[in-house]
T-cell receptor
Framework: TQLLEQSPQFLSIQEGENLTVYCNSSSVFSSLQWYRQEPGEGPVLLVTVVTGGEVKKLKRLTFQFGDARKDSSLHITAAQPGDTGLYLCAGGWSFQKLVFGTGTRLLVSP | DAGVIQSPRHEVTEMGQEVTLRCKPISGHDYLFWYRQTMMRGLELLIYFNNNVPIDDSGMPEDRFSAKMPNASFSTLKIQPSEPRDSAVYFC????????????FGDGTRLSIL
């Protein structure tokens, strides 16, 4: 049973477009992390959100944690080819243990 | 700073053989995690250690899988005997023992069992 569902699974867009990736669960998390993974490498942390309703911005990326701490979204403005990769959300309950989402594979074409 | 180091990067072996994957965590990190990534199941936690002690091995699929952490700078994941369905990318990650700390991943070992 996958506890964290991400949508869409795949997204292919042109440079300059905006997009939103969703991460949903029926479980409440104490924290939610977003990672990006490039081919041949391990995931790299982008952001951690811990408070319901929290919004964090990282340049063109905006992350939001749902009020009930069950879901999250990642919005990218004016996507660039360098944003291409696999985006993973990860929910935490207990100390340090994470469960990862199903992943969203993004391709941004020039 | 050196990140998490995994070896080998690639392993191809025949079913029935023993496979040993190795990991050196970031110095000073007291948590170490082993994950498996496949297209079908995504990134799954297999086992994690705190201060070299296994805390949760509920993700280890079968008795054929075992993991050890003899000291703070080294861990192994062993599969014996290996089967084709074990083919995947195996990641090691480490982190500090404070709430909401990021996990730092190695580049993984791509394992193919023929």
């Amino acid at each position: 049973t996958q506890l964290l569902e991400q949508s869409p699974q795949f997204l292919s867009i042109q440079e300059g477009e905006n997009l939103t990736v969703y991460c949903n669960s029926s479980s409440v998390f104490s924290s939610l992390q977003w990672y990006r993974q490039e081919p041949g490498e391990g995931p790299v942390l982008l952001v951690t959100v811990v408070t319901g309703g929290e919004v964090k911005k990282l340049k063109r990326l905006t992350f939001q944690f749902g009020d009930a701490r069950k879901d999250s979204s990642l919005h990218i403005t004016a996507a660039q080819p360098g944003d291409t990769g696999l985006y993973l959300c990860a929910g935490g309950w207990s100390f340090q243990k994470l469960v990862f989402g199903t992943g969203t594979r993004l391709l941004v074409s020039p | 700073d050196a990140g998490v180091i995994q070896s080998p990067r690639h392993e191809v072996t025949e079913m029935g053989q023993e496979v040993t994957l190795r990991c050196k965590p970031i110095s000073g990190h007291d948590y170490l995690f082993w994950y498996r990534q496949t297209m079908m199941r995504g990134l799954e936690l297999l086992i994690y250690f705190n201060n070299n002690v296994p805390i949760d091995d509920s993700g280890m699929p079968e008795d054929r899988f075992s993991a050890k952490m003899p000291n703070a700078s080294f861990s192994t994941l062993k599969i014996q005997p290996s089967e084709p369905r074990d083919s995947a990318v195996y990641f090691c990650a480490s982190s500090l023992g404070h709430p909401n700390q990021p996990q730092h991943f190695g580049d993984g070992t791509r394992l193919s069992i023929l």
